[in-house]
């Protein structure tokens, strides 16, 4: 009896050192990834949360504290609100709708057996393999009013030249334009990699039950494809939301200003500007809109899903 006891907490003993192994193992993993969240992203943020409630600039170091006083400026701002926030929303929405609208459709078009689908394939990931500042210097030639090629292709068609880079909303078309450019190949590679494990029975018990081609896509596909459309949106409403490079090469803002979005309203105030308090308050202010918009985003990306799901 007392043999078997003792094997019996030797085994125990052994579960235990191992159980020990391998939380010391797990933790030896989680804690240096949890110092570099510290150092850099949550502590950050809080010296940010710090800035926005001073007074912070390079001709006062005394940092009074000024409360709210940063986000009454903000929220009284006729430019943040009549500019800033419009474009940064209309920015997001149209370049997510056509994004998604032309990545669909070109996953669905190279989803099919033809000849040369490897080289078009690779083509599709060319405006990846760009830098976004380099496109944005590309698109600011193309559509330069004197000599961009845009402009002589208007001419060539007998249409008049326009100054694309002069005015708010033609800007904001550039920018729009370059930045489908750049991501739509984005949504396609990664919506044409759902496609190819797509199990062929369902599609073709849907055809064998009479459904057209539009009745297959809806009520099949797009139901297969929502997880990785869900995740694809929510990613690329958040880049977009945030998006900095682009504009601030092809328009720096302009003309007056009018082609501001937060990220660069938050920038210009800080390092342009100096108002480090208002500069850091704009950019958190920026993030919780970015949050809340963000998550309706996905909860209607998962509600839209689903009943797609439902429907099938």
């Not at 949106?233 to 328009?251: E, N, S």
Request: glycine share 6%.
């Amino acid at each position: 009896m007392e043999n078997e006891l003792s094997v019996e907490q030797e085994l125990e003993s052994g579960r235990r050192k191992a159980l020990a192994a391998k939380h010391r193992f797990m933790w030896g993993l989680v804690i240096p990834a949890l110092l570099a969240l510290i150092v850099f992203e949550i502590y950050p943020v809080i010296q940010a949360a710090w800035t926005s409630l001073h007074k912070v600039t390079i001709f006062d170091p005394g940092r009074p504290f000024v409360g709210l006083q940063n986000y009454i400026r903000l929220f009284t701002d006729s430019h943040f609100f009549n500019t800033v926030i419009p474009n940064t929303f209309i920015f997001t929405i149209a370049g997510l709708a056509i994004e998604t609208v032309l990545g669909i459709s070109v996953a669905l078009l190279l989803n099919r057996s033809f000849r040369g689908e490897s080289i078009v394939t690779t083509l599709l990931l060319f405006p990846m393999m760009v830098a976004p500042s380099i496109a944005a210097i590309l698109f600011a030639w193309m559509f330069n009013s004197q000599f961009g090629i845009v402009g002589v292709a208007l001419e060539a068609l007998g249409l008049p030249v326009i100054s694309w880079l002069s005015g708010r909303w033609t800007a904001m078309l550039v920018i729009i334009i370059s930045d489908v450019w750049l991501w739509t190949p984005w949504f396609a590679i990664l919506l044409l990699a759902a496609l190819k494990v797509q199990p062929p029975s369902p599609v073709e018990a849907a055809k064998i039950d009479g459904a057209n081609a539009w009745q297959v896509f809806w009520h099949v596909t797009l139901p297969y494809l929502s997880p990785v459309l869900t995740i694809c949106m929510l990613i690329r409403t958040i880049d977009l939301f945030r998006q900095f490079d682009q504009t601030w090469v092809i328009t720096t803002g302009g003309p007056a200003r009018s082609s501001e979005f937060f990220s660069m309203y938050a920038y210009k105030e800080v390092f342009e500007y100096t108002n480090y308090g208002s500069g850091n308050a704009a950019a958190l202010m920026g993030a919780m809109v970015m949050l809340i918009f963000g998550l309706i985003m996905y909860r209607t990306f998962a509600r839209l899903t689903g009943g797609a799901k439902k429907a099938a």
